[in-house]
């Protein structure tokens, strides 16, 4: 019998509107029917508009979309276009990331980009640390950055440090003052915006005087500033560019050197140094010492191109080629490390991997699976334009992954107890997918009093509602027959619905819809669902910050909810999916994933504790209303 339930139930669907599991013919009649409606709607507007609104209504329910090559983005289009400019053998990538905060979103195509085009011709990428700024960075966001990759599934080759170059650099420095290409100014900022052009950028750009020093005060001057004669902030070292005749800004004799204010030790090399390289000297050369091939960065570094090319043609042999993509943003949400730090401290949220923010820390924890990051950028494609994307689409693309690879069971968030008065108690084989038998199955204990979800009842029947209410018939998934309610006690004080008592409806037709259930005595779990923390597509555009723009309602919390105990399997099986980043043995808590039938999908949080289920919704099975 089990097997005849389980295959009546693999034919059960969803039906998106209403939230319900029904049968293939149901849910095509009910399709239709709104179709109809849909197309009566139409009809009562103009006939160009009813032509319009009779399509979408009549397509089927779901459409399978394909699945995607990962390796697409290499194979065609701008990554391709860049490697036919320098199609070398051994190819040689970096990502650079700067160690003062935690990657987001958008790190995950730049890791992708980098990691995944060496990969795809056979190369190497190294993970470098830009950590030329010693006030902003902290030993936490290199750990962090590290193990984000390493669950992202990609391996770097080397992880180097620009800190490793300090020397090397510092003597290329020297070396470049003796070339007479570099200077060292004392203009501050405001004298700088002059010779550059003022406010508007309309006056005659200039050099100021500290351009003419001799080679030798240039070197006094630079060794000064090394060795601390000067303030934070009173000296700096400037490329000798063309200032006056290039209209490119990065050529107007940027900075190369400089004291930073707070004087911080730096992580990796203390007090050892006052001086520290800027962006602008640093990345070119330590692309050039590590043999990086093809730089790949974002698309407001191309005016720096030629400050790059143009100082590592003056100091060093190695030409790497730099090329820019688009950056990847979301809309909806916020992701400057400036912006989260104030939602943290405001306790607008738990921290830097609360799952309503977008870093990969919140990210990972609220269970979404690296391999669906991956191919939702894989899908995104990579061109030079900006991508600013909406939520519900970075969901629709999480939600098409996890529906091909994670099991499904049964949990119920508001739980009310049905006794099923002539059910016999026996114990059945569910499979965790209707489609993929390789994912096995569970064991399930058909009892007679179960627990339904108090929304699944209604005291009072009407027509047009299917699920459960005194008199009327519903299926409960896995069991043999559909159920008949026939009574219900209430609470006195509050009034809710206490405990349903209901019979197994053996005579009468197919139920319509079917909903989900979980055996007495099944597991309790305290299920956390998160809609959006910002109410506007813009939160920072708000008058006032996006701190105006929280959500009141992004956290809700059923601490009472079950869960069958497939769970524990699912459990022990985890990761769902198994993926690269997530072998056996670096697993968290959030590779605990399943689907719920009719609920959402989750994982499991890292507040679990031996004895208490903790669970997030990784997405909804459906579009989010924007309510929570
Ligand atoms: N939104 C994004 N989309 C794609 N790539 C990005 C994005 N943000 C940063 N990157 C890339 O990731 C790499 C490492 O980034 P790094 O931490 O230095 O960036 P950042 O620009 O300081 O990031 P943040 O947005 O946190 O300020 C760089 O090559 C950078 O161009
Ligand atoms: N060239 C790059 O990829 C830039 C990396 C650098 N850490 C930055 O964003 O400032």
């Known amino acids: 019998m089990a097997d005849a339930v389980a295959e009546s139930v693999a034919k059960l669907q969803l039906d998106e509107e209403t939230g319900e599991m029904v049968s293939k013919s149901e849910l095509k009649k009910r399709m239709q029917k709104r179709a109809k409606k849909a197309a009566k709607t139409a009809a009562a507007a103009s006939s160009v508009q009813q032509e319009k609104a009779n399509k979408p209504a009549s397509k089927p329910a779901k459409v399978e979309e394909p699945t995607l090559d990962p390796d697409a983005m290499f194979k065609l289009g701008f990554l391709a276009d860049v490697y036919k400019l320098r199609p070398s053998k051994d190819v040689v990538t970096r990502f650079p990331p700067e160690p003062n905060g935690y990657l987001h979103l958008g790190h995950s195509k730049a890791i992708a980009i980098n990691f995944g085009f060496a990969r795809y011709h056979g190369g190497k990428t190294i993970l470098r640390f830009d950590d030329t700024n010693p006030d902003a960075e902290k030993e936490e966001y290199f750990i962090a950055i590290e193990e984000t990759i390493r669950w992202l599934g990609f391996t770097p080759s080397k992880i180097t440090y620009a800190s490793d170059n300090y020397q090397r650099m510092y003597d290329l420095a020297e070396k470049m003052i003796k070339m007479e290409k570099a200077y060292v100014c004392h203009c501050n900022e405001a004298e700088t915006k002059l010779q550059r052009g003022g406010e508007e950028g309309s006056s005659p750009r200039y050099r100021c005087e500290h351009a003419n020093q001799d080679v030798e005060t240039n070197l006094k001057k630079f060794r000064g500033m090394r060795d601390g004669e000067y303030a934070p902030q009173t000296a700096w070292l400037r490329m000798k560019q063309d200032i006056i005749n290039n209209p ?207 929304s699944d009842f209604r005291e009072v029947d009407s027509k047009d509602y299917f699920r459960l209410a005194p008199g009327k018939t519903v299926g409960l998934l896995q069991m043999p027959y559909p159920i008949k309610a026939v009574s219900f006690t209430k609470d006195e004080t509050t009034g809710a619905v206490q405990e349903i008592r209901a019979v197994f409806d053996k005579e009468g037709k197919r139920p319509k819809t079917y909903i989900q259930w979980v055996p007495e005595g099944s597991p309790t779990a305290e299920v956390r669902i998160h809609a959006r923390l910002f109410k506007s597509d813009q939160p920072a555009s708000v008058p006032g910050g996006f701190m105006n723009d929280i959500n009141p309602d992004s956290e809700t919390i059923w601490p009472n909810a079950m869960i069958e105990t497939g769970f524990y399997e699912v459990k022990r099986r985890a990761p769902w999916p198994e993926a690269e980043g997530e072998k056996a043995g670096e697993v968290g808590p959030e590779s605990v994933r399943f689907q719920g039938i009719r609920v959402a999908y989750f994982a499991l949080d890292s507040d679990s504790t031996e004895d208490k289920i903790v669970l997030n919704r990784i997405v909804g099975l459906k579009e989010d209303s924007g309510k929570s």
């Open 248 to 454: 490119n800004p990065q050529m107007w004799d940027i900075a190369a050197y400089r004291i930073p204010k707070d004087q911080e030790p730096h992580f990796r090399t203390g007090t050892k140094w006052r001086v520290y390289p800027t962006y602008d000297f640093a990345h070119c050369l330590c692309d050039s010492f590590e043999g990086i091939t093809h730089s790949l960065c974002t698309t407001e570094f191309i005016m720096s191109r030629e400050s790059y090319e143009w100082l590592n043609e003056l100091l060093v042999e190695f030409q790497p080629m730099q090329r820019e993509y688009g950056r990847l943003n979301l809309s909806g949400t916020i992701m400057s490390k400036r912006g989260l730090r104030s939602l943290i401290e405001n306790k607008i949220v738990r921290g830097w991997d609360d799952p309503r923010l977008y870093t990969l820390k919140a990210i990972r924890r609220r269970g979404i699976p690296p391999g669906a990051l991956l191919s939702f950028i894989s899908e995104l494609g990579v061109t030079t334009s900006t991508s600013v994307i909406d939520i519900k689409r970075f969901e629709q693309s999480i939600r098409r992954y996890l529906e091909r690879t994670v099991p499904r069971l049964m949990v119920v968030l508001d739980p009310v107890p049905v006794v099923i008065e002539d059910a016999e108690e026996q114990d059945v084989d569910v499979p965790f997918s209707p489609k993929d038998p390789s994912m096995g199955s569970h064991k399930l204990r058909l009892t007679k009093t179960v627990y339904i979800d108090r």
